[in-house]
């Protein structure tokens, strides 16, 4: 599935003793968990992204604070309002990603299907609509096969 998704983040609370959340490759996602990051300490609300991913597939989850995530693929725009520990974005490949209005406590963590790979980005908007505009080209980067 190509489309951006908003995902319930299975939750178990205790009362008074707080709450686990728990995102499971098998369960929740359709790929493996290769790679995890996590955005944090952000001082003074800098946008982040502006760039597209070829490949790598993402879940992202702002564990604390809020952040407006925007994708871009496929011809169309996605907003989510990450402001809950309980809500993920399953991010297929090929979408190009820009994160803004980070709150000061604002933790963003990123599932990755892939480990890091710098020619996996695409930091050209140009390059980037190229690219969305001719999807075969992402059977043509064989540079991971
Ligand atoms: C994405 C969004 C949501 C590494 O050395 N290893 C890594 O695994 C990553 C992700 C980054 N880095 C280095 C590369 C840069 O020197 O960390 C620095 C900051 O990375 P970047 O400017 O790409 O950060 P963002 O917030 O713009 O983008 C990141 C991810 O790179 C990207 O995959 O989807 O978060």
């Not at 359709?30 to 490949?55: Q, T």
């Not at 050209?124 to 999807?135: G, L, P, W």
């Amino acid at each position: 599935n190509n489309i951006p998704k908003l995902i319930d983040i299975e939750t178990h609370r205790t009362e008074q003793s707080g709450s686990l959340s728990v995102i499971q490759s098998n369960t929740h996602l359709n790929f493996p968990i290769r790679r995890v990051y996590y955005i944090h300490s952000i001082e003074d609300d800098k946008a982040r992204g502006f760039h597209g991913h070829k490949k790598l597939q993402q879940c992202i989850v702002a564990t604390s604070g809020h952040v407006t995530l925007s994708l871009e693929g496929y011809g169309k725009t996605y907003s989510f309002e990450l402001d809950a520990p309980n809500k993920g974005v399953l991010v297929p490949a090929g979408y190009w990603r820009e994160m803004s209005n980070f709150s000061n406590d604002a933790v963003l963590m990123v599932l990755a299907s892939d480990d890091y790979e710098p020619k996996d980005y695409i930091h050209d908007k140009q390059e980037f609509y190229a690219f969305d505009a001719n999807r075969t080209n992402v059977e043509k980067v064989g540079y991971l096969a």
